[in-house]
T-cell receptor, first 117, second 116 residues
């Protein structure tokens, strides 16, 4: 299994530009999560989907951030316009459905390091 | 709301020695899961060990073990026979049993350095 795939691995852009981060979850996983990691705030959940439907987007910092999951194998996180304070590592993770009361392990992608100048 | 606190921003240990990383959490729930994740310089998040709150027995994975004190809401990680490859950031995380989505709440992390 290829694991969770994220692209690009590194992104450098200028303030005001649109940024799109991409994620391909593990096949068969029906939960997808977007996390952001910064020195100041640590790792925080931005949004998660179940069966392509957004379930909780309370962690999305502001309207400049949007996420979509058009199908089971692809998700995007878009920032428009980007600002220097958006600089962070963005992780995508996926997990299978919780079954029989067992937890559903989240498998993380390698992350995208975003730098906004 | 649940919170996770790691009070040790940095720690160091000599190779082959034992080190314990601390974690406390706050929740009103009785059933939940706790995890330790490792993040080496490669940035990859790696699950080290997990603990189900309804299990009294402490989880163990090879050189990694936990001390789970439910009443005290404490969940420490012990690494025995530390190896250079254990150098990484370690995150404690909480997951509600009742949250179908499995949302993870992370602590701030402890940076562990293993010295030769």
């Amino acid at each position: 299994d290829a694991g969770v795939i994220q692209s690009p691995r590194h992104e450098v852009t200028e303030m005001g530009q649109e940024v799109t981060l991409r994620c391909k979850p593990i096949s068969g996983h029906d939960y997808l999560f977007w996390y952001r990691q910064t020195m100041m705030r640590g790792l925080e959940l931005l949004i998660y989907f179940n069966n392509n439907v957004p379930i909780d987007d309370s962690g999305m910092p502001e309207d400049r951030f949007s996420a979509k999951m058009p199908n089971a194998s692809f998700s995007t996180l878009k920032i428009q316009p980007s600002e220097p304070r958006d600089s962070a590592v963005y992780f995508c993770a996926s997990s299978p459905t919780q079954a029989g009361g067992t937890y559903n392990e989240q498998f993380f992608g390698p992350g995208t390091r975003l730098t906004v100048l | 709301a649940q919170t996770v606190t790691q009070s040790q921003p940095e720690m160091s240990v000599q190779e082959a020695e034992t080190v314990t990383l601390s974690c406390t959490y706050d929740t009103s729930e009785s059933n939940y899961y706790l995890f330790w994740y490792k993040q080496p310089p490669s940035r990859q998040m790696i699950l080290v060990i997990r603990q189900e709150a309804y299990k009294q027995q402490n989880a163990t994975e090879n050189r990694f073990s936990v001390n789970f004190q439910k009443a005290a809401k404490s969940f420490s990680l012990k690494i025995s026979d530390s190896q250079l490859g254990d150098t990484a950031m370690y995150f404690c995380a909480f997951m509600s049993f009742y949250n179908q989505g499995g949302k993870l709440i992370f602590g701030q992390g402890t940076e562990l350095s293993v010295k030769p």
